[in-house]
């Protein structure tokens, strides 16, 4: 029953709610929260919970499935350099720090001072029994160019809810095949999806 004092009360995730607070209520549940736009997606992944969260934890492995991730440079066991693309060809940069680890059960990070894109964000995975494993991704960010870079970014196929969306569904193709379906029919076509 839903705790009509409390509107989150329920188990929905966050990212489903439709209340404009829940940027606001994602950010108090993750430390060191920065960013405003709320991105967020689940997907079941038929693999333990030690493997899955074994590749997604060797952050250097992550531009395997994440099609706009150029690269990630790991600086230490906490901290790690990310470029990724941007609208018009362009890329952005941050450091990432962890705030939060459990084995096996989730990361949460932040992004340090000077931040192209400030955000933060958790990922979890948690048990599914026979099924494999359930990761979810919870992100805030703060958009270069705020509501228009959005915009631009999401005519261009680079919002992170769309990113999100596809990164999840590569990911669990990928560890669930080896390998990632791609609709690139020739060199170049798999070029230009950045792959």
Request: charged fraction near 30%; charge should be negative; proline fraction near 5%.
């Given at each position: 029953m839903t705790d009509l004092a409390n509107p989150q009360a329920d188990d929905a995730p966050?990212?489903?709610?439709?209340?404009?607070?829940?940027?606001?209520?994602?950010?108090?549940?993750?430390?060191?929260?920065?960013?405003?736009?709320?991105?967020?997606?689940?997907?079941?992944?038929?693999?333990?919970?030690?493997?899955?969260?074994?590749?997604?934890?060797?952050?250097?492995?992550?531009p395997s499935f994440m099609e706009n991730v150029e690269r990630i440079d790991v600086l230490d066991d906490s901290r790690s350099h990310w470029v990724v693309k941007a609208p018009g060809g362009g890329t952005v940069e941050w450091d990432a720090?962890?705030?939060?680890?459990?084995?096996e059960r989730l990361i949460?990070?932040?992004?340090?001072?000077?931040?192209?894109?400030?955000?933060s964000g958790r990922i979890?995975?948690?048990d599914a029994g026979a099924r494999g494993t359930v990761v979810s991704a919870v992100i805030l960010y703060d958009p270069p160019g705020g509501f228009i870079g959005r915009v631009v970014a999401k005519m261009f196929q680079r919002e992170p809810a769309i990113?999100?969306?596809?990164?999840?569904?590569r990911f669990k193709q990928l560890l669930e095949t080896g390998e990632i379906a791609t609709p690139a029919m020739n060199p170049k076509q798999f070029e230009e999806m950045g792959l």
């Open positions: 966050l990212i489903a709610s439709k209340r404009k607070e829940a940027g606001a209520d994602a950010a108090g549940q993750l430390p060191e929260a920065q960013g405003d736009a709320l991105v967020g997606n689940a997907v079941t992944i038929n693999r333990p919970v030690a493997e899955v969260y074994a590749y997604f934890r060797d952050f250097a492995k992550l720090r962890i705030t939060e680890e459990e084995p949460a990070w932040t992004s340090e001072e000077g931040a192209d894109v400030p955000n979890s995975f948690r990113q999100a969306r596809r990164d999840l569904r």
